[in-house]
């Protein structure tokens, strides 16, 4: 819904405020989220403006979404169904009420009215540094009369991967889905300002920043702070069974089918079988990950060293690859494949970019197969 303050409303009793609202247990809530509150104490108006808007219903919306051009919007809203929706859905929302002058608040509350007209609402969204919580931040610093100063300690070692793991570590399946998809620019060291794309960073911050005027004096941002509680628990969406649990049964799985073969000195039914399946899966993340290294606009896929190994190649291959094994004819893929897993594996070592666990091992399968078939096709060969 969206609302329009009155012409005739006056500025003289402006009180504004940062909300900060507590991630949920839906993907696209897993972060947070922030908005401003401005209340005309007079009128009695209270709106929130929220830069996290979108239109589902746009025509391409998913594909858009895909390829990192999707335009979110300026809503503005009224305070109570908005923070309704959240504490009935059990996620609080904590209220940073901000100390500006009459006319910083006047400043802040033109700006957004302005911005949130239908033809100035819409922006090309970036998670990492044009989003939700960014715009905020951004309207806010730009309205007050001198520089703000957070005074919070920063984490000299803190990356975006660090970040997004810390707000995914009860997600684990989307947090493996994000090591899976970002590249080495998610491990680029971040300064204060960078951390302050994550709702929770950005309210840490603020709660000690301070705003130094021309004249040397300086005066809190945040004058109070309180937090509206969770009218319900959040229902838990939790599962019980991770990425390193699942990988682990695969490389066990592929550890006994190998050292089977090993000892009989031929590849068998299992482990074609075997074969096929993982290199449908490599192939079909390959097609995602390929997809989004090459055309998208989202940031930090570009830079994903995984697209080594995770490509459509295995796919375009595999029929090939079946027709050559059914006739008895030379494996060709295998070598290629183990030379390219040694490969990755030295160029991981060097630190280029951050692969977790569940993604080490699964590098290791895929070696420990492309060992295995070269190395026994070999040992026929020079029967």
């Known amino acids: 819904m969206i609302v329009y303050l009155p012409a005739n409303a006056?500025?003289?009793?402006?009180?504004?405020?940062?909300?900060?609202?507590?991630?949920?247990?839906?993907?696209?809530?897993?972060?947070?989220h922030t908005a401003i509150r401005v209340q005309n104490l007079r009128t009695g108006t209270d709106c929130v403006y929220n830069?996290?808007?979108?239109?589902?219903?746009?025509?391409?919306?998913?594909w858009n979404f895909i390829m990192g051009r999707t335009d979110y919007e300026l809503g503005v809203a009224p305070?109570?169904?908005?923070?309704?929706?959240?504490?009935?859905?059990?996620?609080?929302?904590?209220?940073?009420?901000?100390?500006?002058?009459?006319?910083?608040?006047?400043?802040?509350?033109?700006?957004?009215?302005?911005?949130?007209?239908?033809?100035?609402?819409?922006?090309?969204?970036?998670?990492?540094?044009?989003?939700?919580?960014t715009r905020a931040i951004e309207r806010?610093?730009?309205?007050?009369?001198?520089?703000?100063?957070?005074?919070?300690?920063?984490?000299?070692?803190?990356?975006?991967?660090?970040?997004?793991?810390?707000l995914t570590a009860e997600h684990p399946w989307s947090s493996f889905g994000n090591d899976l998809l970002l590249g080495a620019e998610t491990d680029t060291l971040l300064d204060r300002k960078g951390e302050m794309f994550a709702p929770a960073h950005a309210e840490d911050y603020m709660a000690a920043a301070v705003v130094l005027r021309s004249d040397g004096s300086e005066r809190p941002?945040?004058?109070?702070?309180?937090?509206y509680p969770v009218m319900r628990p959040m229902t838990d969406k939790s599962t019980a069974i991770t990425p390193n649990m699942t990988v682990l049964l695969l490389m066990v799985l592929t550890c006994v089918c190998t050292w089977h073969e090993w000892r009989r000195k031929r590849i068998g039914k299992a482990g074609n079988t075997l074969d096929i399946v993982l290199t449908v899966l490599?192939?079909?993340?390959?097609?995602?990950?390929?997809?989004?290294?090459?055309?998208?606009?989202?940031?930090?896929v570009g830079s994903?060293?995984?697209?080594?190994?995770?490509?459509?190649?295995?796919?375009?291959?595999?029929?090939?690859?079946?027709?050559?094994?059914?006739?008895?004819?030379?494996?060709?893929?295998?070598?290629?494949?183990?030379?390219?897993?040694?490969?990755?594996?030295?160029?991981?070592?060097?630190?280029?970019?951050?692969?977790?666990?569940?993604?080490?091992?699964?590098?290791?399968?895929?070696?420990?197969?492309?060992?295995?078939?070269?190395?026994?096709?070999?040992?026929?060969?020079?029967?």
């Open 51 to 62: 830069y996290g808007m979108f239109d589902s219903k746009k025509p391409h919306f998913v």
């Open 282 to 300: 490599q192939g079909g993340a390959g097609c995602i990950i390929a997809l989004l290294f090459c055309c998208s606009e989202h940031p930090a």
């Open 79 to 133: 305070f109570e169904p908005f923070v309704a929706s959240y504490v009935m859905n059990g996620r609080y929302v904590d209220e940073q009420v901000l100390d500006l002058t009459v006319n910083e608040a006047e400043q802040l509350d033109s700006a957004l009215r302005e911005n949130a007209r239908p033809e100035n609402r819409g922006y090309r969204y970036n998670f990492m540094s044009d989003n939700c919580t």
């Open 10 to 32: 006056t500025n003289d009793s402006l009180k504004v405020s940062l909300l900060t609202c507590a991630p949920g247990n839906e993907a696209y809530s897993f972060y947070g």
């Open 304 to 383: 994903n060293w995984l697209v080594m190994w995770l490509n459509p190649l295995p796919l375009l291959w595999l029929p090939l690859q079946i027709w050559r094994t059914r006739h008895g004819k030379r494996d060709l893929y295998s070598p290629v494949l183990m030379g390219v897993m040694l490969l990755f594996c030295i160029i991981g070592c060097m630190g280029v970019q951050h692969f977790p666990t569940a993604v080490w091992a699964l590098a290791s399968v895929l070696l420990m197969r492309a060992c295995a078939r070269t190395f026994i096709n070999i040992g026929q060969r020079n029967q």
């Open 140 to 166: 806010i610093e730009q309205c007050v009369k001198g520089t703000v100063h957070y005074t919070t300690e920063h984490a000299p070692n803190s990356t975006f991967r660090d970040i997004i793991h810390g």
């Open 221 to 227: 941002l945040v004058k109070e702070t309180f937090r």
